[in-house]
């Protein structure tokens, strides 16, 4: 199995701040990455496929980078509605694990 | 539009085995290049993939619930399902069923349906 590591944890940030979330891949996943946003009471949304490629309708303050075993996503611009659970899940092999989550607080 | 929408049974109890459908509606599971899968989260804690089929019907599964995970298409219903048997209070979670194209994340989700398991 390819193990997902997310960090940090937990993220306090504030409205307006640049903020980036870091995964881990056990082991070579090339770019095939996506970043997924939960907010509570709802079922997750695709943010970015292919470690980079953002989903029609994502704002562009969104954005991901990276290949091999590390992958980064970033926010430029914090807004409200962006204060939520931030999880990767890398689809190069079966099993398709996800990280542990990244929680962005205020 | 496509949607999904799970169905099942609220409570199962211990030792039983959980049976989930997954309805998709404005699209066709038999479409090529298309998986479709099931996902999990217990409650407060992060997301467990447990498996999914592919639009020939090769299913692929979560090594840790391998021995109690089957994943099986309806093309004539247009339905995916899963059976999770020897339900224990840790399968107690929101299941959601997702749609995955080939090369992306997965883009289209159900609303979640949550299980308890009466222990």
């Known amino acids: 199995d390819i193990q997902m590591t997310q960090s940090p944890s937990t993220l306090s940030a504030s409205v307006g701040d640049r903020v980036t979330i870091t995964c881990r891949a056990s082991?070579?996943?090339?770019?095939?990455l996506a970043w997924y946003q939960q907010k509570p009471g709802q079922a997750p949304k695709l943010l970015i496929s292919?470690?980079?490629s953002l989903e029609s309708g994502v704002p562009s303050r969104f954005s991901g980078s990276g290949s091999g075993t590390e992958f980064t996503l970033t926010i430029s611009s914090l807004q409200p509605g962006d204060f939520a659970t931030y999880y990767c899940?890398?689809?190069?092999?079966?099993?398709?694990?996800f990280g542990q989550g990244t929680k962005l607080e205020i | 539009q496509l949607q999904l929408q799970e169905s099942g049974p609220g409570l199962v109890k211990a030792s039983e085995t959980l049976s989930l459908t997954c309805t998709v509606s404005?699209?066709?599971?038999?479409?090529?290049?298309?998986?479709w899968g099931w996902i999990r989260q217990p409650p407060g804690k992060g997301l467990e993939w447990i498996g999914c089929?592919?639009?020939?019907?090769?299913?692929y599964y979560s090594a840790s619930l391998k021995s109690r995970v089957t994943i099986s298409a309806d093309t004539s219903k247009n339905q995916f399902s899963l059976r999770l048997s020897s339900m224990s209070a840790a399968d107690t979670a929101v299941y959601y069923c997702?749609?995955?194209?080939?090369?992306?994340?997965?883009?289209?989700w159900g609303q979640g349906t949550l299980v308890t398991v009466d222990s």
């Open positions: 997702a749609r995955r194209p080939r090369y992306y994340g997965y883009d289209h």
């Open positions: 404005g699209a066709s599971i038999s479409s090529f290049t298309f998986y």
């Open positions: 089929i592919s639009n020939s019907g090769t299913s």
């Open positions: 082991q070579s996943i090339n770019t095939w």
């Open positions: 292919q470690a980079s």
């Open positions: 899940q890398q689809y190069n092999s079966y099993p398709l694990h």
